[in-house]
């Protein structure tokens, strides 16, 4: 149990495009969603967090307008990276949790972006 | 503030040997705290987890951590250590229930030598 699938694994684009990344919860309904972002041998830096139907709440200095976070039901969230630039490249990350199983995230296996 | 400490950046162990990740915590009240396991290019994996109650805790492939509350540690311990356990270890504190958020140590990568 526990599952959450990211998607795409690995995704190439051109500077100036968007990218959009999947996050589901297969065998849960996750009341809070995660996004992270992590550098090259770093720990995990959390980027926003959101909640089914509300707005996500971004973390300092992360900016709102260049990673759209969307969660739209219990299952999904989406984190688009709008007008990607090189320095965008990174490996991201999402995780989920569901308020009936306390204080547990789960993760996926992680989105690395690369902006050419 | 809340913080967690992961002192090893590195550690290299041999096969077969014992194992002992550190990780130290600064948290007003008592933590939720987690230890999870990432393999190179991949997610994050739990390997075991302390709410409450008994402060030694049992995870998934042979691991277990102690909970001590006078030192405000959360060692993870591995008797015997398989090469396939080399990867980075995270150990995280929740530090807000209302919001799940984590609080991560820096990780600590492991090397299994043969």
């Known amino acids: 149990g526990a599952v959450v699938s990211q998607h795409p694994s690995w995704v190439i684009c051109k500077s100036g495009t968007s990218v959009k990344i999947e996050c589901r919860s297969l065998d849960f309904q996750a009341t809070t969603m995660f996004w992270y972002r992590q550098f090259p041998k770093q720990s995990l830096m959390l980027m926003a967090t959101s909640n089914e139907g509300s707005k996500a709440t971004y973390e300092q200095g992360v900016e709102k307008d260049k990673f759209l976070i969307n969660h739209a039901s219990l299952t999904l969230s989406t984190l688009t990276v709008t007008s990607a630039h090189p320095e965008d490249s990174s490996f991201y990350i999402c995780?989920?949790?569901?308020?009936?199983?306390?204080?547990?995230?789960?993760f996926g296996a992680g989105t690395r972006l690369s902006v050419l | 503030a809340q913080s967690v400490t992961q002192p090893d950046i590195h550690i290299t162990v041999s096969e077969g040997a014992s194992l002992e990740l550190r990780c130290n915590y600064s948290?007003?009240?008592?933590?939720?705290l987690f230890w999870y396991v990432q393999s190179p290019g991949q997610g994050l994996q739990l390997l075991l987890k302390y709410f409450s109650g008994d402060t030694l805790v049992q995870g998934i492939k042979g691991f277990e951590a102690e909970f001590k509350r006078s030192q405000s540690s959360f060692n993870l311990r591995k008797p015997s250590v398989h090469w396939s356990d080399a990867a980075e270890y995270f150990c995280a504190v929740g530090a807000d229930s209302g919001t799940y958020k984590y609080i991560f140590g820096t990780g600590t990568r492991l090397k299994v030598l043969a």
């Open positions: 948290y007003g009240a008592t933590p939720y």
């Open positions: 995780s989920a949790s569901a308020s009936e199983s306390g204080n547990i995230q789960y």
